[in-house]
């Protein structure tokens, strides 16, 4: 199936801004305390956070429930253990804002998701567009 330019571009950044929201204004202290540890309901929130809001963007351009519910499952598993192997490599190595690898760490933990939003989107192109 085809999308426009215009539509793939639209759809990239509403994931984004949705990103930003879901992890700059949206976490709780539950969310972001004790976030080394594997199976962490507060982390499992957090994904769910990011997976609403992508359920929403796929939503406004007519995706399949279908392709939304296996892409949202996707999303969650996904930023789930991205955030899971920052924290814990941030505090195996007790990084402090004021250390460049926590930085480094931060950079890479963004484009990682930064990326699952451009395969999403390359998968609605392939699999879902209209």
Request: with cysteine.
């Amino acid at each position: 199936m085809t999308a426009s330019f215009g539509a793939v571009f639209l759809m990239l950044c509403l994931l984004l801004v949705k990103h930003m929201f879901a992890d700059y204004y949206l976490q709780t202290p539950k969310m972001l305390a004790g976030r080394g540890e594997y199976f962490h309901l507060g982390r499992a929130q957090h994904a769910a956070v990011h997976v609403l809001g992508s359920i929403l963007v796929f939503a406004i351009f007519g995706a399949p429930l279908s392709f939304i519910l296996i892409v949202a499952a996707l999303e969650w598993i996904i930023h789930f253990n991205i955030d899971f192997v920052k924290a814990s490599y941030s505090d195996k190595n007790q990084l402090k804002p004021t250390q460049a690898a926590f930085w480094r760490a931060a950079g890479l933990d963004q484009l990682m998701h930064n990326l699952t939003y451009v395969a999403m989107v390359w998968a609605w192109v392939t699999f879902a567009a209209s």
